[in-house]
Each structure stands twice: as C-alpha cells, then as structure tokens.
C-alpha cells in the first residue's frame, strides 16, 4: 500500500517558501528548512521560518475577503 501524505498551507506558511514553486523544490532537497529558535535563550526547539510578502498576495485577499482584510491581515 501507498503512503499518502497532506499538505496544507502550503506556500505561505512554508520555512524558506514564498510560493509554490520554491516548496516544491525545498521538499526535494535533503536540507532542513527549520533552524533553532532562541527567542527566549538557548533552546533544542526548532523552528521554521516563513518567506513571503504579504503584498505579494494583496489581489488573491482582496478577491475574496471583505475590505480591510489585508491592511488587518498585513504585519504592522
């Protein structure tokens, strides 16, 4: 039997993926996309870190979400 496996969110909330593309090519390298985080001291926990512009999505959230739910949805 075949294994399945589900992605979601895949492209966005990707480490190191802006888009699509850039996460197909990470799955098939043998390099980790996650690093240590030590946001609070030093720490064994890792983490992955997204790539993305949220303007870069600007026209796709408009399309579908009411007004403003970019500007609320966009880091400050």
Excluded: H
Aim: hydrophobic residues 35%.
């Amino acid at each position: 039997m075949n294994k399945r496996i589900g992605v979601f969110g895949w492209g966005v909330v990707a480490p190191k993926s802006p888009d699509i593309d850039t996460f197909e090519s990470n799955l098939k390298s043998a390099t980790s996309c996650l690093e240590p985080f030590d946001g609070f001291g030093p720490s064994n926990f890792l983490v992955g870190r997204p790539e993305f512009d949220f303007a870069a999505y600007k026209s796709w959230i408009d399309q579908r979400f009411e007004r403003g739910g970019f500007r609320s949805s966009s880091p400050r």
